[in-house]
């Protein structure tokens, strides 16, 4: 079997166990500080997609410092497209979750690959299942306005991906602080050992 086909075989199955190991979860109410966040906070209620509702939307979060602005919107869009089914909400949250586990993977993926690792695919494949399958990530995806949070690590996901996709500069001589010699360490080191 080549190993693009084998590769979609394996993402099947950890879709389908994903959503089944999800199922019931799914089907839960709102709770702990969901209601306040979401049932009673005027600015989830959006009835139109304009620019100027979708910018009240963004910005009605009292939340931290922030007030999680982006929270808010994808609120605010479940609210539009579903209303205030929890199940929708949920679903969204697993959706997100299952988008962090591609970045999970294709950041184990390159790190693996770059340190040359035998089956980095595989081992890659290995970390985001068990990222993604694991009981600690239960209570970020079932519990609706702690997993958009999920958003945030997606975030720090693509910065690191982003960060080891950078070519490294290549020295063209060098750095004459930094260069070892016969009697000891580089200056820096030694100038600095001395402050100690």
């Known amino acids: 079997m ?3 086909a084998l590769a979609a075989l394996a993402a099947f199955v950890v879709c389908t166990l ?16 969901d209601e306040p966040s979401i049932l009673y906070a005027e600015g989830v209620r959006l009835d139109r997609l304009d620019a100027s509702s979708l ?7 009292r939340s931290g410092p922030s007030g999680r602005p ?24 697993l959706a997100i979750h299952a988008v962090c586990g591609v970045l999970v993977f294709l950041l184990s993926l390159r790190l693996y690959a770059a340190s040359r690792v035998p089956k980095a695919m595989a081992l890659a494949g290995v970390v985001a299942v068990t990222w993604l399958l694991h009981p600690l990530q239960l209570t970020p995806v079932l519990h609706v306005v702690q997993p958009r949070r999920i958003g945030e690590r997606s975030s720090n996901h693509q910065l690191c991906l982003a960060k080891l996709a950078k070519p490294k500069p290549v020295a063209n001589s060098v750095d004459s602080s930094t260069s070892t010699s016969s009697t000891g360490p580089p200056s820096h080191t030694r100038s600095w050992s001395k402050n100690l």
């Open 55 to 61: 910018r009240e939307a963004f910005a009605s979060g």
């Open 2 to 4: 080549r190993t693009s």
């Open 18 to 33: 994903l959503a089944a190991l999800y199922a019931p979860g799914l089907q839960g109410g709102f709770f702990f500080d």
């Open 70 to 93: 982006v929270a808010q919107l994808s609120f605010a869009l479940n609210y539009h497209f579903s209303g205030f089914d929890p199940f929708a909400f949920k679903a969204t949250n």
